[in-house]
T-cell receptor
Framework: SQTIHQWPATLVQPVGSPLSLECTVE??????LYWYRQAAGRGLQLLFY??????ISSEVPQNLSASRPQDRQFILSSKKLLLSDSGFYLC??????????FGQGTRLTVV | KNEVEQSPQNLTAQEGEFITINCSYS?????LHWLQQHPGGGIVSLFM???GKKKHGRLTATINIQEKHSSLHITASHPRDSAVYIC???????????FGQGTRLTINP
């Protein structure tokens, strides 16, 4: 069965520190992978998506980057966190006409 | 303008009422998803639609491809239905999954 793992669940990081959030998928191959952010009281905003290894599309210019070093691995990174990077980060995978699957999310607080 | 618009943004109703949440989109899609988000942030997939109608228990989702509109209906609503309901579309050409802003539903006993 298809599963998606995202970690950590919560993270508190100082301003200026680096960030690495990892998402891995099991039970499928060549999935489309997505990173979203949800600020407090807001909807889920698409940050990056990937349709294949090494292929990254960025939706919103910002302090973050994404990489897909393996077929079922999607990483969200920052070299230096800002206070405004705080929020709930969600990883997902889907295909054109299949069900979507979601990680449990990471609540990031930048202090 | 957002590619996906939901209405209403907030909805409060009494237990037992019939609930309708609407979703309109402005792009060509291959599929539309209805999702449920609980206070902890976790997201559960309710339906995936590419045409017609689907029903699961007290929940029904419909989609009109020509009008680019979908609705989620809840019959005999219950306080445990209180959550944020989100419409998301798979944009066909780009293969990106875009979320609406969500509808916060509160069902009072």
């Amino acid at each position: 069965s298809q599963t998606i793992h995202q970690w950590p669940a919560t993270l508190v990081q100082p301003v200026g520190s680096p960030l690495s959030l990892e998402c891995t998928v099991e039970g499928t191959s060549n999935p489309n992978l997505y990173w979203y952010r949800q600020a407090a009281g807001r909807g889920l905003q698409l940050l990056f998506y990937s349709v294949g290894i090494g292929q990254i599309s960025s939706e919103v210019p910002q302090n973050l980057s994404a990489s897909r070093p393996q077929d079922r691995q999607f990483i969200l990174s920052s070299k230096k966190l800002l206070l405004s990077d705080s929020g709930f980060y969600l990883c997902a995978w889907a295909r054109l006409v299949t069900e979507a699957f979601f990680g449990q999310g990471t609540r990031l607080t930048v202090v | 303008k957002n590619e996906v618009e939901q209405s209403p943004q907030n909805l409060t109703a009494q237990e037992g009422e019939f609930i309708t949440i609407n979703c309109s989109y402005s792009v060509g899609i291959s599929a539309l998803h209805w999702l449920q988000q609980h206070p902890g942030g976790g997201i559960v997939s309710l339906f995936m639609l590419s045409s017609g109608k689907k029903k699961h228990g007290r929940l029904t989702a419909t989609i009109n491809i020509q009008e680019k509109h979908s609705s989620l209906h809840i019959t005999a609503s219950h306080p445990r239905d209180s959550a944020v309901y989100i419409c998301a579309v798979m944009v066909g050409g780009a293969q990106k999954l875009v979320f609406g802003q969500g509808t916060r539903l509160t069902i009072n006993p």
